[in-house]
């Protein structure tokens, strides 16, 4: 049985490689790489944080999901935050509220930030939040779409926050999914990012149709060519009804290993993938094992697949949040949730996560 403090150590030990290559495929511009070498120090110090407040008793994963709006600007088919959330969700935390919980984050050793929603630049506050805190690493998941000239020069300026472009693959197949001409707007703000030498990033929700585009050499040398050099490669979850054919086939995701392996030997890039890559860390790091996620509601939550909670930040500071009952549950029951053969666990077995939510309040 993997306790929590051993998967801590690996975990934390594969965030110090993950970090360090970010070094490697940054060396062609000096300044970035330097960035992302204080960065691996930066972490460092996290890490040693995280564990003195472990030895107080107190659970603290490195990572945070923040879904700091549910506004967007899009109508993606098979959108997650419409499918989990709904369509009318509120957000609730102002833009002062946003700044102290990530400063109760720091405080408590959270060192890596993925900022999500919605989209979360219809609040462009985040970047002025994020400036302020260089040595957290902020990875922003955008459409892209309101990237303009000034938010260019913001991203140059605040290294530690990295652009997370959402694309499908083809144009077909992106604005299949997201809308006529997305795909041509979203090269041209590529090609911006690029020209400016930002380090940015590409996210593939991959499906049964388009497994065969995002897989394929000759396009990720292509996005490489653009300036990407950060992947990450998402099976898609199927939420919404009628999307259980999107589902990647049994065969595509036995191959989805050796490809990826393949990918970071070939590629002077980073490559994300998940669920395989979560295998290698014991199955599942939600619930604190590796991440939790705040809502734009501010409910602590176990994962953006798991929408249940019982605290909210809106009245508790998340230095006592994070010692929820609910989550300790999730963590000592995670044999219910370690099942990696595709798709989301815990989606897949969300009876059971609210039967643990039910059985720690009493």
């Known amino acids: 049985m993997v306790t929590t403090s051993s998967a801590a150590a690996r975990l934390n030990g ?8 970010f070094v490697r495929v940054s060396l062609r511009h000096p300044s970035q790489a330097l960035f992302f070498a204080r960065t691996v120090f930066w972490q460092g110090r996290a890490a040693r944080r995280r564990a003195a407040e472990a030895r107080e008793g107190l659970h603290v994963p490195p990572i945070a999901i923040f879904s700091i709006t549910n506004r967007c600007n899009l109508h993606c088919k098979g959108c997650y935050a419409q499918a989990i959330r709904g369509a009318d969700a509120r957000d609730a935390l102002s833009a002062e ?7 109760q984050a720091d405080e408590v050793g959270i060192s890596f930030f993925v900022i999500a929603g919605g989209e979360p630049l219809t609040r462009p506050e985040i970047m002025e939040i994020t400036r302020d805190y260089p040595h957290i690493l902020f990875l922003l998941i955008t459409n892209g779409l309101l990237l303009d000239a000034a938010l260019v020069e913001r991203f140059k300026a605040q290294r530690n926050t990295v652009p997370v ?3 499908e693959g ?30 940015f990033s590409l996210s593939f929700t991959i499906t049964r149709e388009t497994f065969a585009t995002v897989t394929d050499e000759a396009f990720l040398q292509e996005a490489v060519d653009m300036g990407c050099r950060l992947f990450f490669l998402l099976e898609y979850t199927p939420l919404r009804e009628g999307t259980d054919p999107w589902v990647i086939t049994d065969e595509q995701r036995e191959s989805m290993k050796g490809l990826v392996a393949a990918f970071r030997r070939r590629f002077p890039a980073v490559f994300i993938a998940v669920p395989w890559d979560e295998e290698e860390q014991g199955g599942c790091l939600a619930a604190g094992r590796g991440f939790v996620h705040i809502s734009a509601a501010g409910d602590l939550e176990p994962c953006p697949f798991a929408p249940w909670s019982d605290t909210n930040l809106l009245s508790t500071p998340l230095r006592e949040a994070l010692g929820s009952r609910f989550l300790a549950a999730m963590r000592d029951n995670h044999e219910m949730f370690a099942e990696t053969s595709g798709g989301c666990a815990l989606w897949k077995n969300r009876e059971a996560v609210r039967s643990l939510l039910a059985g720690s309040a009493r």
């Open 14 to 21: 594969g965030l110090r490689i993950f970090f360090s290559e």
């Open 97 to 103: 509220k946003l700044r102290e919980i990530v400063a």
């Open 165 to 167: 472009l959402s694309i």
């Open 170 to 199: 083809t144009p077909a197949e992106t604005d299949g999914r997201r809308g006529a001409g997305v795909h041509a707007r979203l090269l041209e703000k590529m090609t911006m990012l690029r020209e400016a030498g930002i380090f």
